[in-house]
């Protein structure tokens, strides 16, 4: 007899097309992030005290079963910051003013 589990993916796309994590403002890339970059769930939950434990190792999980999808939307989000940091820049200039 086999027995299916389905597990719902604590993750929920805002208004904005952002994915966060577990309800929480966290972005799905800073929690990935943080985890290519060493941190364990443990760890990342000390650092966004906002997570649930289980939501970490959820979406840690997800992001290692679809790492092509989850690349492909986290390289499109930076690139859509850099574009959003570069228009800031071009439009407001910040030279001199710590003058």
Request: hydrophobic residues 40%.
């Amino acid at each position: 007899m086999a027995v299916e589990i389905t597990e719902i993916i604590p993750l929920m796309t805002d208004e904005y097309g952002v994915i966060r994590v577990g309800g929480t403002r966290v972005p799905l890339e800073t929690v990935v992030s943080s985890f290519e970059q060493g941190a364990t769930a443990e760890q990342i939950v000390y650092q966004f005290p906002a997570l649930k434990l289980a939501d970490v190792y959820a979406v840690i999980s997800y992001y290692l079963n679809h790492r092509k999808e989850m690349e492909l939307y986290i390289k499109k989000v930076q690139t859509e910051e850099q574009r959003a940091q570069r228009f800031v820049d071009d439009k407001f200039d910040q030279r001199g003013i710590r003058d």
